[in-house]
C-alpha cells in the first residue's frame, strides 16, 4: 500500500507559476499510473493530469493543457506537477493520487485507490 503526500501549493497572482510535488512511501511506486486531480470550494473534484508508472504515457485535461506539465522521478519516489500562467480558476485544493494500474492512463477518479491530503493553490487576480 503507497502513502501519498502534497506539498507546494501557496499563495500566488495571476500569471505566476508553482510546481506542487506528491512523495510516496510504501510499495514499488513504478508500479502506479499517478493523477493530480483538484476540488474547487463547492465543486465536485475533477481530473487535471496524470502519468504512467514509466513515464512512457502522460494526459492532460484541456483546462490545463499547454499551462501545466506532469512529471516523476521513480528513483526519489515523486510526480512533480508544473503550473504555469495560473489563473484565478486554478484555485483549488490539488490531491495526487496513485493507480495500481501502473501501465494504464486514466482520467476517472475512481480508477485511483490512494490519495493524499491535497495542497491548497490560491490564484489571486
Known amino acids: 500500500q503507497v502513502q501519498l503526500a502534497e506539498s507546494g501549493g501557496g499563495l500566488v497572482q495571476a500569471g505566476d507559476s508553482l510546481r506542487l510535488s506528491c512523495a510516496a512511501s510504501?510499495?514499488?511506486?513504478?508500479?502506479?499510473?499517478v493523477g493530480w486531480f483538484r476540488q474547487a470550494p463547492g465543486k465536485e473534484r475533477k481530473f487535471v493530469a496524470t502519468i504512467s508508472g514509466s513515464s512512457r504515457s502522460f494526459f492532460y485535461d484541456e483546462s490545463v493543457r499547454g499551462r501545466f506539465t506532469i512529471s516523476r522521478d521513480n528513483a526519489k519516489n515523486t510526480v512533480d506537477l508544473q503550473l504555469n500562467s495560473l489563473k484565478a480558476e486554478d484555485t483549488a485544493v490539488y490531491y495526487c493520487?496513485?493507480?495500481?494500474?501502473?501501465?494504464?492512463?486514466?482520467?476517472?477518479?475512481?480508477?485511483?485507490?490512494?490519495w493524499g491530503q491535497g495542497t491548497q493553490v490560491t490564484v489571486s487576480s
Open positions: 493520487a496513485a493507480s495500481r494500474m501502473a501501465s494504464m492512463i486514466t482520467a476517472s477518479s475512481s480508477d485511483y485507490e490512494y
Open positions: 510504501g510499495g514499488t511506486f513504478s508500479d502506479y499510473t
